[in-house]
Nanobody
Framework: EVQLVESGGGLVQPGGSLSLSCAAS????????MGWVRQAPGKGLHWVSAIHSGGMAYEDSVRGRFTIDRDNAKSTLFLHMNSLKAEDTAVYYC??????????????WGQGTQVTVSS
């Protein structure tokens, strides 16, 4: 069965940086679009970023601060987060898309990793 395991979350001060990782297994990682979504306290899931072989996309509030990346040889997805703000506080989930582009919809999620931005 598809497995997505996030790591790298934690507590960081405003303006700081943090990198998340997602180790994927039980599917051919390189052929699927992947992404990140987040859930802030008391709010619903919110799409953050996605990547496929043709490029990357970002939600407006993180564009220029976050960078999505992938290592297909290691079946690992990354989210590098800079200039973090309090409003970035959320549980971050790694997601797999149904197909090779993000128009295909998501079908698997990881268990999530907590990111807290606070002084």
């Amino acid at each position: 069965e598809v497995q997505l395991v996030e790591s790298g979350g934690g507590l960081v001060q405003p303006g700081g940086s943090l990198s998340l990782s997602c180790a994927a297994s039980e599917f051919v990682f390189s052929t699927y679009a992947m992404g990140w979504v987040r859930q802030a306290p008391g709010k619903g899931l919110h799409w953050v970023s996605a990547i496929h072989s043709g490029g990357m996309a970002y939600e407006d509030s993180v564009r220029g601060r976050f960078t999505i990346d992938r290592d297909n040889a290691k079946s690992t997805l990354f989210l590098h987060m800079n200039s973090l703000k309090a409003e970035d506080t959320a549980v971050y989930y790694c997601v797999k898309y149904v197909g090779g582009d993000w128009a295909s919809g998501m079908d698997y999620w990881g268990q999530g990793t907590q990111v807290t931005v606070s002084s």
